[in-house]
């Protein structure tokens, strides 16, 4: 997918960018899990301030279009719906407390199965 901004038009660059990356996640373009280039080498590719890039990215955050992994990088949001980013981030933590204890997979997968079914 190829980004562009056309400094002739009214639309600010940040909101060009924007809706062009929504506009590629909705189309599927853009999927699930897919890295995006950093603020400052995109801003450079597209000859525009990197705080440019960082607002769209911003907004596109807060959206819950993408998430930053802190330096892993900015990734297109697993899940765009707002629950199931929440269930996705509680299990991503879970699974963090199941490594930092040193619980076997299954047995942890089992307490989640019977706290289901209460």
Do not use: C, K
């Amino acid at each position: 997918m190829r980004l562009t901004v056309d400094a002739s038009l009214a639309v600010p660059p940040f909101e060009q960018l924007r809706t062009q990356i929504v506009d590629a996640v909705r189309d599927g373009s853009l999927t699930p899990g897919t890295r995006l280039s950093p603020v400052r080498a995109l801003a450079q590719q597209l000859g525009v301030a990197p705080g440019t890039v960082a607002r769209a990215y911003r907004e596109l955050e807060a959206a819950g279009v993408i998430e930053t992994r802190g330096r892993a990088g900015t990734f297109v949001a697993l899940s765009t719906d707002p629950a199931r980013r929440r269930i996705e981030a509680a299990a991503a933590d879970f699974a963090e407390q199941v490594r930092m204890v040193r619980m076997d997979a299954d047995e942890a997968l089992a307490l989640v199965a019977d706290a289901l079914r209460r």
